[in-house]
């Protein structure tokens, strides 16, 4: 018999946190598959030039094309999307990367009784395990509420006509989400706070937490003295560019009139991206995507990591990642949700308590990069707590059978 395995992404140990996260899933099951025969079904929801990543070598991976074309693709892919937009069932997001293919695929395996259990790693990809699953059971790993940042957006979005274009985005997901918590026989959340929230926590006899860990990295963080700051994150996703534009248009610019050789540098946006969308100051560069390598280097050459996110639920993979490499993380308190092993191992602070005064930030964060010692306490420190925690996780595999 065999494990389904779908994910919207494809897996790798750089990109997107959803990325990331699906490259570490991937191994946990297959690290842990207790004899059990894996499918590893994926999108190229991004239509790249994808490379497997070496460390997936040896298993049984099948890749399938997005379901709707790009809308720079021509207008008919435009008008498309909209008549989806408004009349489908299915949220765009779910819309984009429910593959015929795939489900052709998962519907002949089925129909030979070969399929014991379907894993959807993230919501937007389990209408196409719904539609097939009947009997059998399903695990769903919840990256996010994906009702809940929905959510988020509306209050944020000036434009009253994408207003309209997330309410009608905003119930569809609701739908979605609740049919495919209530139709799962496990439900997986990677982070606690999610596990809690009302419109998981109904469900709390099925729901358990996967603490979400990258592997320590065989380069670790030294300190260089070169006055880096590093943030990784697309602008696509709407808690990054909230944090992109307070970094550009808040902190940075009283950075930059205290230290001006103080940089900051974005890794996964790039300027075009941006620009017209908000005021940069000088002292941030956009480096884009980055290859897998070129990550690690922008890791291990920062002196510091960090990270304002504050909407958004989850857990901010961002900051897992900057911890495998001892990297010292400067963080909000929101950003730490789900990461409870970082308290207190890192620079906290808290955008909604500093609004009125980020020259104290500024200043504070410029302190620390000007103190070795400190920097060198606090990678110690982040690289104590991850060993622990990888230590507590091993323990919880074998009960959680993933």
């Known amino acids: ?97 429910s593959s015929d293919k795939l489900s052709k ?48 957006q509306l209050e944020y979005e000036p434009s009253a006509a994408k207003k309209i274009f997330l309410y009608i985005q905003y119930w569809k997901m609701r739908r979605l989400e609740t049919r495919v918590l209530g139709l799962s026989s496990k439900i997986i959340c ?12 109904k469900y709390s006899k099925k729901v358990a937490v996967w603490p979400e860990l990258p592997e320590e990295k065989a380069k670790q963080w030294s300190f260089s003295g070169n006055k880096r700051l590093l943030f990784v994150g697309s602008a696509s996703y709407f808690p990054n560019f909230d944090a992109i534009r307070w970094l550009c248009e808040n902190l940075m610019p009283k950075v930059g009139v205290v230290d001006s050789s103080i940089i900051l540098h974005f890794v996964g946006t790039s300027l075009e991206q941006v620009k017209g969308r908000l005021k940069i100051p000088n002292n941030v560069v956009f480096e884009g995507f980055v290859s897998s390598d070129e990550l ?18 989850g857990v901010k993979i961002k900051l897992l990642e900057a911890a495998s490499y001892g990297l010292p993380i400067a963080a909000d308190v929101r950003s730490l949700e789900g990461i409870e092993f970082l ?24 302190s620390k990069l000007a103190n070795q010692g400190k920097l060198e306490f606090y990678s110690s420190q982040v690289r104590r707590a991850l060993s622990g925690q990888r230590r507590t996780r091993k323990m919880l595999a074998a009960e959680l059978k993933i």
């Open 343 to 366: 308290d207190g191992n890192c620079i906290e602070f808290d955008r909604e308590n500093t609004q009125n005064n980020v020259d104290q930030l500024a200043n504070n964060l410029i």
């Open 190 to 201: 990677i982070a606690p706070a999610d596990a809690n929230n009302t419109f998981i926590s």
């Open 105 to 152: 695929e998962l519907g002949g395996r089925i129909a030979k009784g070969d399929v014991s259990l379907i894993v959807v790693d993230h919501l937007t990809i389990a209408p196409v395990a719904v539609e097939h699953a009947g009997s059998i059971p399903i695990v769903y790993i919840a990256h996010n509420i994906e009702t809940n940042i929905i959510d988020q």
């Open 296 to 313: 690690e280097t922008m890791h291990l050459k920062a002196d510091l990591f960090i990270c304002p996110v504050t909407l958004g639920s």
């Open 1 to 97: 018999m065999t494990v389904l395995y779908l994910a919207p992404l494809l897996p790798s140990p750089s990109g997107s946190g959803g990325k990331r996260a699906v490259f570490n899933h991937v191994l946990s099951l297959a690290s842990n598959s207790e004899g059990e025969t894996f499918k590893f079904l994926f999108i190229n929801v991004e239509e790249e030039d994808w490379v497997k990543p070496k460390e997936l070598d040896n298993l049984n991976i099948a890749v399938y094309p997005r379901a709707m074309p790009r809308a720079k693709n021509g207008m008919r892919s435009v008008i498309s999307g909209i008549l989806q937009a408004i009349f489908g069932l299915l949220p765009r997001a779910a819309a984009v990367v």
